[in-house]
């Protein structure tokens, strides 16, 4: 509110200015030049009257005045001193000049000519008084004057402004905001216009992001809770029975019970913490070289021992040999989860399709089977999420298959959709990500650049300071 006052009236005193000017300025100066443009006219005429008359020993007749009020187009009376009430000075500097002029006079400027009988004088005018309104080309000084005045202010207001944005602007190029680009550009005002809602939008999301991240380890937790409790009831439910029991063999078969439940929550465990360091990405990649199509191969002939009544098609195109850049392991177990979870929902048929490009391959893992509501679709890729709710963990599983699969997928650089089979008529489930993957010296290669770059920025930057510090203190 303070500078908006401050500003107005800066505005009111530059226009104030301005108007000063044109008043004291700009007004007595044009009548300056108005009067000695009429001062030259008036003294043409009466130089032209002399040397007409000259000609005629200045002796005169009516048809001699009439010519000349009609060539000089002003009125020629002949008067005497007495008449004209004229002060000797000025009658003297008359009779030495022959003709003179007198500007001050009420009625307007009037010329004088001393004939020879230095009694007659020959009055020409009165000239019409020059003209004090104010006319288009005033108006157009004027607003010359305004813009000028203006201009000043808001450069100077310009300037301070700019001080303010360059320290902002320095302040975003310092923030670490990664997967946002900033426009270069050099004008503070535009910068700060074009970069700024980027970077609140940036911010806006990364805060969505932590909310949507807490809100997803809550809903985990609370999923693994209910996870264990199945385990942990059994467990309890066998040590209850295992010390009210004599018989050995009872015994023996509550001990597998426990061991199973026990083994059960370690495998639990397990899935659980795989999944969270998958999500957060610190999950370490083995890379190497390996054939794509000889490992979903291997994977189909694991499936195939759990489901020996389902029929499976491996599909590549080319036929041969795909090569691959990635984590073996990893890989396997994504296909081993997908292909697993589609024979499970498949009523007979389960197909694989493997469609390289040129630096990235396609991944299809299709059934026949009743598929995936539309709402459910996103779903799915949650941890402990289950299309049938009346499954138990030994029909359906914990739920974290396709959330560890998505998690594998991401850490290599790549998405993964599910959607309608267009060929079998149920779920396909589609993977895409790179041929080859970055290898870690390249990854910290391309770190290093980038933290290289902000601190080349940050040097500038603490430059600049310094630079501004030591002009400040010199002034």
Same mark, same amino acid.
């Given at each position: 509110m303070k500078r908006s006052l401050a500003l107005l009236v800066i505005l009111i005193a530059v226009n104030l200015c301005g108007f000063i000017a044109m008043y004291y300025v700009y007004f007595p100066w044009m009548e300056k030049i108005d009067n000695q443009e009429k001062q030259e006219s008036i003294l043409s005429d009466i130089r032209f009257l002399n040397f007409r008359l000259s000609l005629l020993d200045y002796s005169y007749s009516p048809q001699t005045i009439a010519k000349a009020e009609h060539e000089l187009n002003a009125k020629i009376t002949a008067t005497t001193r007495e008449q004209l009430g004229m002060e000797p000075a000025n009658f003297q500097a008359l009779k030495d000049n022959r003709y003179g002029i007198n500007m001050a006079r009420p009625e307007g400027p009037l010329a004088y000519l001393l004939l020879n009988d230095d009694q007659t004088i020959l009055a020409v005018g009165p000239y019409p008084k020059n003209d004090d309104s104010i006319n288009l080309r005033d108006w157009l000084f004027y607003l010359i004057i305004l813009l000028i005045f203006n201009a000043i202010a808001v450069l100077i207001v310009y300037r301070h402004v700019n001080e303010y944005l360059n320290v902002a602007i320095r302040a975003i190029r310092?923030? =670490?905001?990664? %997967?946002?680009?900033?426009? @270069?550009?050099?004008s503070p005002l535009t910068n700060i216009a074009v970069n700024t809602p980027r970077v609140v939008n940036h911010i806006n999301g990364l805060s969505k992001q932590h909310q949507q991240s807490l809100y997803n380890q809550r809903d985990l937790m609370h999923a693994v809770a209910h996870e264990f409790r199945g385990p942990m009831a059994r467990l309890s439910f066998a040590l209850d029975l295992f010390a009210q029991t004599d018989s050995e063999s009872r015994q023996k078969e509550l001990t597998n019970d426990m061991d199973e439940a026990l083994q059960e929550l370690d495998d639990l465990v397990k899935e659980v913490l795989g999944y969270s360091r998958l999500k957060d990405g610190r999950f370490p990649l083995s890379l190497e070289h390996f054939d794509l199509k000889k490992v979903c191969a291997q994977?189909?002939?694991?499936?195939?021992?759990?489901? @020996?009544?389902? /029929? +499976?098609?491996?599909?590549s195109d080319p036929p041969k040999s795909i090569p691959l850049y990635a984590d073996c392991n990893l890989i396997e177990r994504v296909m081993i989860n997908l292909i697993r979870n589609a024979a499970r929902f498949s009523n007979k048929r389960v197909k694989i399709a493997l469609v390289p490009f040129k630096n990235s391959i396609e991944i299809r893992v299709e059934d026949d089977g009743p598929g995936i509501p539309p709402g459910k679709r996103t779903r799915i890729f949650e941890p402990f999420t289950r299309l049938d709710f009346s499954r138990n963990r030994d029909s359906g599983g914990a739920g974290l298959g396709l959330a560890i699969a998505k998690g594998i997928v991401n850490r290599h650089q790549g998405t993964i959709w599910a959607e309608d089979s267009r060929e079998l008529g149920g779920a396909v489930f589609t993977i895409h990500? @790179?041929?080859? /993957?970055?290898?870690?010296?390249?990854?910290?290669?391309?770190?290093? !650049? %980038?933290?290289?770059?902000? !601190?080349?920025?940050? !040097? !500038?930057?603490?430059? +600049? =300071?310094? +630079?501004?510090k030591k002009r400040r203190s010199q002034d």
């Open positions: 310092e923030l =670490d905001l990664t %997967g946002l680009r900033l426009k @270069p550009i050099k994977t189909i002939e694991k499936v195939k021992t759990i489901y @020996p009544e389902k /029929q +499976f098609v491996l599909y990500m @790179p041929l080859k /993957q970055k290898s870690p010296i390249i990854e910290a290669e391309d770190a290093l !650049k %980038g933290s290289s770059k902000k !601190k080349k920025k940050l !040097k !500038k930057s603490s430059a +600049f =300071d310094k +630079f501004r």
